[in-house]
């Protein structure tokens, strides 16, 4: 296929040929001088004509800036990074992708078959040169017709993840992308099903996706979180084919690879299939008895998100759910409550504490640790503020212009929150390579000395919003 095809293209025809080179006994000044007279972000250190190592813009924000060096005095060889990484001309698109993937780097130098400099490649050219298969994979699966080849189209998504894991990509991007890509399969599913097996079924319902899918926030462990909606209207034999989609569909969900949720929240469950109105008692017993599972169901909830149907049907219900909760507080004072109890495995003196045996000894659950206090956090500002469109990071812009949190609270925030969830991600692809089933996990040991301490920052940022949440919610006053 055409998307695919492009995966397995020669280095070669893509490589950029004009590279800046010098020697590692280069004084630093003059080379910095070099990078902004030409605007480039790095330089290739060179023996003869063999690359030896790289000096990038970051060498000089982490090894010079940052730690406060006079550069007057410095040679290159004193803040480059070596070895290099290097691509031979004639690997393709996939193995650079991988390399970068792996080594978390955003550049590759190209060398030619004697191991001489030849050229660089860098992430920005392989997104540019592939940046239509992502939309290959969206044509693809808008032809597919059959549960066979949605199957292998859900497995080229995660491959396709896979492979721009860890290249560069902003985390928000790369989730956009999984959550895009998997809603297309998601809806041409139902799509081949209305076709082939329920011609005659109503279109007053609405399917629903919640959680982390619902923000458009999914990586690759994400299991559903379905629900089903629909009209008051729709009942008898009507009700019954529409029961008989949702099991066949939850069904067709699980065989083309999509977890099943292990609590059953997924619309073959009566429970989680009901009219509007049936769907609005509900939701009250659950604001209104603000109960751990009542929490934590009811915030699931109320990040609902319609991807198939009538629309309104979930908007009404939302509305329902703000209208009540602007009287009556006491959900999200629980829901904030729940938030500020998943402390971040902080000891003393910001040690990062870690699993200490089982199978995951070593090991930190970045979901715990901060990814859930961030989400739910943000999501009961939002709840109270009725500014819960879209993602968290949509939630959080909204909060600002809202005026309930600030602008460097909320940079800091998003860093914190990126860094996580881009870590989750980084844990996940490296499960699949293994041959693990990716979860929300990452060993300590797998972080450098520098990514340990951006994670030591993260959840200190973390432990800061919620003293935050504990503070706006007024938690001291609240009695268990």
Same mark, same amino acid.
């Given at each position: ?23 590692? @006994? +280069?004084? $630093?000044?003059?080379?910095?001088? &070099? *990078?902004?007279?030409?605007? /480039?972000?790095?330089? =290739? !250190? #060179? %023996? ?41 001309? @004639? +690997?393709? $698109?996939?193995?650079?992708?991988? &390399? *970068?993937?792996?080594?978390? /780097?955003?550049?590759? =130098? !190209? #060398? %030619? ?61 790369? !989730? ?305």
């Amino acid at each position: 296929m055409a998307g695919e095809n492009e995966f397995f293209r020669p280095i070669r025809e893509i490589e950029q040929r004009r590279v800046v080179s010098c020697s590692a @006994d +280069d004084a $630093l000044v003059d080379i910095v001088g &070099r *990078m902004r007279e030409m605007s /480039i972000s790095c330089v =290739v !250190v #060179v %023996d003869g004509t063999h690359p030896t190592a790289i000096l990038t813009d970051r060498d000089l924000r982490n090894k010079v800036i940052a730690a406060g060096r006079d550069p007057a005095g410095l040679r290159v060889r004193d803040v480059m990074s070596a070895p290099v990484i290097t691509i031979g001309e @004639d +690997d393709v $698109l996939y193995e650079a992708l991988y &390399r *970068m993937s792996r080594h978390g /780097i955003h550049r590759l =130098v !190209v #060398v %030619d078959r004697k191991g001489a400099l030849a050229g660089i490649v860098t992430v920005t050219d392989l997104l540019r040169l592939q940046a239509h298969s992502p939309h290959q994979l969206v044509l693809d699966i808008e032809k597919a017709e059959s549960i066979d080849a949605l199957r292998e189209l859900h497995q080229r998504i995660q491959q396709l993840i896979v492979h721009l894991a860890g290249t560069g990509i902003a985390i928000r991007d790369t !989730v956009k992308l999984i959550a895009n890509l998997n809603d297309q399969v998601l809806i041409r599913l139902i799509d081949l099903l209305r076709r082939d097996r329920y011609p005659d079924l109503t279109t007053d319902f609405a399917f629903v996706v919640m959680g982390s899918e619902g923000r458009g926030e999914q990586t690759l462990s994400t299991d559903q979180d379905n629900a089903i909606l629909y009209a008051d209207s729709v009942q008898g034999e009507a009700l019954a084919r529409l029961e008989a989609f949702s099991n066949e569909l939850i069904d067709a969900l699980i065989s083309i690879g999509v977890p099943p949720c292990p609590g059953g929240i997924m619309a073959r469950n009566p429970a989680w299939r009901r009219s509007l109105t049936a769907w609005k008692r509900e939701l009250t017993q659950w604001l209104s008895t603000p109960t751990p599972d009542n929490v934590m169901t009811g915030s699931m909830f109320m990040d609902l998100r319609p991807l198939y149907g009538r629309r309104e049907l979930a908007d009404t219900l939302r509305e329902h759910a703000l209208h009540y909760m602007s009287h009556e507080q006491g959900f999200l004072v629980r829901m904030a409550q729940n938030m500020v109890n998943f402390a971040p495995p902080l000891g003393w003196f910001g040690r990062i504490k870690v699993e200490k045996s089982g199978e995951r000894r070593g090991e930190v659950d970045l979901k715990k640790a901060g990814i859930f206090a961030i989400t739910d956090g943000i999501k009961a500002l939002a709840m109270e503020a009725r500014r819960l469109d879209g993602s968290t990071h949509d939630r959080m812009e909204a909060l600002v212009e809202a005026g309930v949190l600030k602008p460097e609270q909320i940079a800091d925030l998003r860093a914190a929150f990126d860094f996580l969830v881009r870590m989750r991600l980084r844990g996940q692809v490296e499960a699949l390579r293994a041959g693990r089933k990716p979860g929300n996990y990452i060993a300590l040991d797998q972080l450098n000395a520098m990514q340990q301490g951006e994670l030591r920052l993260a959840l200190e940022g973390v432990a800061s919003f919620q003293a935050f949440i504990q503070q706006h919610f007024k938690l001291q006053l609240l009695r268990n």
